[in-house]
């Protein structure tokens, strides 16, 4: 009879078990790929914020939605939300669009600010929610370099 009960119970624990299971997968790594512009305002323009999502682990990893937010020079940009939600197979990348806003007088500031310095740092920084029961928030942040004025006429992207 006791086996029967213990049977039961670990039957009954399966639900729980699946529901922690996000908890042991690494964190996904996440960089910014490219930002396209969608709506030009006279306060705010709206971009998609184009972010490679890697599943470095050896599982299927399911998202939610994310958070995320851009500082160039150190000065906040813009900030957005995705509620998509999507399961990033193992060991690969898939682009994720996050929209965003950013506010017209942060951008012409940016733009003065650049003069002819020629290089743009940035950081990206927000959470994914990984798991389908408890889309526990993981914390993410990548840092990195923009050149707009190289040789050759086309912008370059450094990540760190």
């Known amino acids: 009879m006791l086996s029967r009960r213990a049977a039961l119970a670990a039957v009954a624990a399966l639900p729980l078990a699946a529901c ?33 999502v890697t599943n470095p682990n050896t599982r299927d990893m399911p998202i939610t ?13 813009a900030r957005g939300y995705s509620n998509e939600t999507l399961t990033v197979p193992r060991l690969s990348t898939q682009t994720v669009p996050v929209r965003a806003q950013i506010g017209s007088l942060e951008l012409v500031q940016q733009v003065l600010a650049l003069g002819n310095r020629g290089t743009v740092d940035y950081v990206l920084s927000g959470e ?8 526990e928030p993981v914390p993410f942040r990548k840092t990195g370099s923009l050149n707009v004025l190289s ?7 450094t990540t760190r």
């Open 151 to 157: 040789g050759g006429g086309v912008p370059t992207l």
């Open 20 to 52: 922690a299971a996000p908890g042991d997968l690494a964190p996904p790594e996440v960089a910014l790929r490219d930002v396209r512009f969608i709506e030009a305002g006279l306060l705010q323009q709206d971009v998609d914020l184009l972010l490679s």
């Open 65 to 77: 939605g994310m958070r995320a937010a851009v500082e160039l020079n150190g000065r906040p940009l």
């Open 128 to 135: 994914a929610f990984v798991g389908r029961f408890q889309n």
